[in-house]
């Protein structure tokens, strides 16, 4: 079992970057694929990135393409992602997931494991 703890949300400017951080107990990723999704009040899930277990795959919904950045650091058990010239419509609940495979996905029913989600609200 892998419990998952997002944190680094908040309240930010139009513009302004947060630095989300996941960290997992309960067992190492060794061998786990990660991802970040959001969710928008009224809105399903969505997609946000995703990182192999080397951190050698990424990938990014295009509408964060250029602006975030997802890595990791196995020795430590984190997932980080790094978000730059923050939007309005990026408000949303942040989740971080991990997959027992060790290769990357973008669909949330690949996920195993979630954590309870940080909000990011950014101001026009």
């Known amino acids: 079992q892998v419990q998952l703890v997002e944190s680094g949300g908040g309240l930010v400017q139009a513009g302004g970057s947060l630095r989300l951080s996941c960290v997992a107990s309960?067992?190492?990723?060794?061998?786990?694929?990660l991802g970040w999704f959001r969710q928008a009040p009224g809105k399903e899930r969505e997609f946000v990135a995703t990182?192999?277990?080397?951190?050698?795959?990424?990938y990014y919904a295009d509408s964060v393409k250029g602006r975030f950045t997802i890595s990791r650091d196995n020795a430590k058990n984190m997932v980080y992602l790094q978000m730059n010239s923050l939007k309005p419509e990026d408000t949303a609940v942040y989740y971080c997931?991990?997959?027992?495979?060790?290769?990357?996905?973008?669909?949330?029913?690949?996920?195993?494991?979630w954590g309870q989600g940080t909000q990011v609200t950014v101001s026009s």
């Open positions: 309960g067992r190492t990723f060794s061998g786990y694929g």
């Open positions: 997931a991990a997959r027992a495979a060790s290769y990357s996905s973008r669909r949330s029913e690949a996920y195993d494991y």
């Open positions: 990182i192999s277990w080397s951190g050698g795959s990424t």
